[in-house]
């Protein structure tokens, strides 16, 4: 178990210093679409929901894990969806994406 | 996976997600990528989500069609139809799902394996639960606050920052004890209990004007739970989706800190709402601002060759970025070039002027940084401020006393002229009085930002045609 939390770890501390250089170069023109987007990313714990909700572990994990499924594809679908729908927006002279 | 089956195809289709979650994060790097880059994040999320769908051993799916069906419903109602102006509570809303998810897939995980639960995932399942929960009620607080369905004046009582402190204390040794004894269950549900007290408590001092750095706090926690998650349920992309979007939030609150010269310390304990002290010596110099009729504005917008427009909240509560397009298209007509001026902490969230602006058509070249336009005030013929107080508040420099002093802020008063559109004289819930407002070179126009603007509109195609 010890290795496990080390390896989790790892990986978070990781990803965090990839996430800080990758988040540092974005400019603060698509602040608002970042945290939509980031927002749609971190709606992966959708994967969690669905596993609480299918895997037949008795009605209160199911119900529980039905409510965690519908507010995790909410942000999924809604925050690609938006990001998207922003994005769009932004243009430079002349029309041009 | 602690007990789940693990097929290493789902084990690839997570790496396939987290490898499209990180470029589409690069994608942002640039208004031209951006769009390309979101695309391949939400094509990362279907391949893990089908891959989870297929082989994590999932047997009942009539609950989880629901959820999927009825969320992506409501999702794609809240995206599609949800005008821009109204993108902070939104964004504050999505939190509160993200949070609420988290916390109750930590709920189910620690009711369904009960005694058998190891140290190190009660660790994170309690952290996963305080986190989850705190951000939702917090978020869902900050909804209120952002719609106005509560005061968004701060709300403070005595030994506020004793209590939030004390909590989350308790928060932490509540965590202790279930690490030593994860079968204690009525400690795990009080742990849940404390975050949705926290998310409340921690959320109501805050003002208005202090929402950017909340709404990314917030952020920062959504992510910090799934990440627990992640920890919770042994699954490699939830850690680092949710490492990714932490990041993102921390980064973000550190930037909108900075940008209102607050300590990230005094953010973290949620101390920011008290700062704004009492109005001081109200009725002093506002006797002597220099109250500006539309003509007079026209007359001064016509006559001017370089123009910087410098938004803020007050453009997005009168809706009024159509208008100051119009009116920047009319004086680029005239001649005149026109820049944008976007403060780091205009509006409600970071970014929302941005946002605002190209909704309505800006370019994205004319929208300017702080330190990219702030030495172009000197040589600006008029600069016209819509909606905005504090960013262009010169006390934020030359004045010691002053509550913002510190904060970067616009060098407005350097340019020729200055037309300030303001609804009213009141100070607004800061009860800062603002020395731009009383600047000889000012004129003060006050109204309804986009009735005014249309105004102009008018009056400079006027004078065009003249």
Redesign the interface.
Known sequence: ??N??LF?LF???L??F???Y?????????????????????????????????????W???????????????????????????????????GK? | MNG?IVSPYLTFA?LI?SVC??L???G?????H??RG??I??FG?LV??VG??IL??????R??A???I???L???A???W?P?TK?PE??AL??C??G???A??G???Y??RGAAI????MGALGLEVFLGFLTFTGSLMAFGKLQGLITGAPVTWKGQNASNITMFCAALVLLVLLVIDPSRSVLFYAMGALGLLVGVLAVLPIGGADMPVV??LL?SY??L???A???A?????????????????F??SM?MSKAMNRSFANVLFGAFGQVAPAAEGAGGPAANYNLATVEDAVGVLTASQTVIVVPGYGMAVSQAQHAVRELAQALEANGATVKYA?H?VAGR????M??LL??A?V?????F?LDDINDEFSRTDVTLVVGANDVVNPAAKNNPGSPIHGMPVFNVEESRAVIVLKRSMNTGFAGIENDLFVQPNTMMVLGDAKKTLREFIAGVKEEAAA
């Open positions: 178990m010890a496990e939390l989790g990986i978070f501390v990803a965090g990839l996430g800080h990758v988040i540092e170069k974005v400019p603060p023109l698509l602040h608002t679409p970042l945290m939509a987007g980031t927002n749609a990313i971190s709606g992966i714990s959708l994967v969690g929901s669905l596993v609480a909700a299918g895997s037949g572990w008795g209160t994990a199911t119900l529980l894990g039905f409510i965690a499924v519908t507010c995790a594809t909410i942000n999924t679908v809604g925050g690609f969806l938006i990001t998207d729908r922003m994005l769009k927006m932004f243009k430079r002279r002349g994406g | 789940h997570y997600a979650f990180i589409a994060l690069q942002l790097s640039s208004p031209t951006a769009r979101n695309a994040g939400a999320m893990a989500v989870t769908l994590a051993g999932i047997i009942d799916y609950w989880i629901a959820g999927l009825i969320g992506s409501i999702g794609a809240m995206s599609i949800i821009m993108m939104r964004i999505s939190h799902f993200g609420l998810a988290a109750l897939v709920v189910v995980e009711h369904h190891d140290r190190f995932t709404i990314s952020n959504a992510g739970a799934s990440a998650t992640g920890f349920l042994g699954n490699n992309v939830l850690i680092i989706a949710g490492a990714l979007d932490g990041t993102s939030g980064l973000l930037k976007i780091p969230m970071p970014g929302h941005n946002v190209a909704e058509n370019p994205y070249d004319q929208l940084d």
